[in-house]
């Protein structure tokens, strides 16, 4: 049975004997509703760390909608059950007056990266996203934590703050889980109908079809409206953004020189599905 720790005090009493041993403390920090991108990132640490931590906390102050924050769903026993498939060697699962008590009073605010896209699209999802993970990098007593590519902006903005923060955290970015037909793997993906999900794919292909122009030489406002047409034409209610930007910094870039991302969210089955990839 691997342990489930309420308390940061537990946590931190088990912690403590690692590093004391002088043991590397992996985390995959997680809002549960675990999937296999979740479990290659936890198979990941479990190869390159002494001990694993996966955090499961469906953090409040990155959700902008409540009613999001509601609806999401919460399946700590199967999760548990998976993660001993790992295995991993804690689960952190504190109740949010654990993480905000009374008189919480601080945010981490990481500028320029987390204002485009997704930051522009949920204001203050990425103060949300940036106060919770230094929060569980501190708790866990973290040497690595492990981000999925899948949420690439985010993976930039937690590369960011461990730099400012000067924290002694190494911040690994793993690729992104794809199921069979290409689609990113996401808890999202299971609110899709039958049919939203046979459509699903072609996020990931409009935009690997544009990226494959742009390399060609093809302008990236052609490449990228086309992408965007070919999702309308399949059914997608809308299309959000479709952004070719620095994979690092965020910004526009025209630059082939820098390494460069697209990125995109778009609704489909009133399900809003994000990607990105290299270009
Ligand atoms: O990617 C997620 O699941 C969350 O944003 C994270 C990193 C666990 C912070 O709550």
Partial sequence: MIPIYRTVAELRAAARVWRAAGEVIGVVPTMGALHDGHLSLA?????ECDRVITTIFVNPMQFN???????YPRTEAADAALLATVPVDAIFAPQPDEVYPEGFGSVV???GVSEPLEGKMRPGHFDGVAT???K?????LADRGYFGQKDWQQLQVVQKLARDLNLAVQVIGCETVREADGLAMSSRNLRLTVEGRAKAPVLYAAISAAAL??????TDRMAIREAAETMREAGFERVEYIELRDAETLMPSD??????????AAWLD???LIDNIPV
């Avoid at 198979?43 to 190869?47: E, I, L, N, P, S």
């Fill in 213 to 218: 122009e742009i390399r060609a030489g093809h």
């Fill in 136 to 140: 569980l990098f501190g708790m866990t």
């Fill in 255 to 264: 630059d082939p020189a820098r390494p460069r991302r697209m990125l995109a």
């Fill in 132 to 134: 919770v993970v230094t």
């Fill in 270 to 272: 009133g399900v809003r």
């Fill in 43 to 47: 198979r990941r640490a479990r190869a």
């Fill in 109 to 111: 605010s990481v500028s």
């Fill in 65 to 71: 909608n409540p009613e999001d924050l509601k609806k």
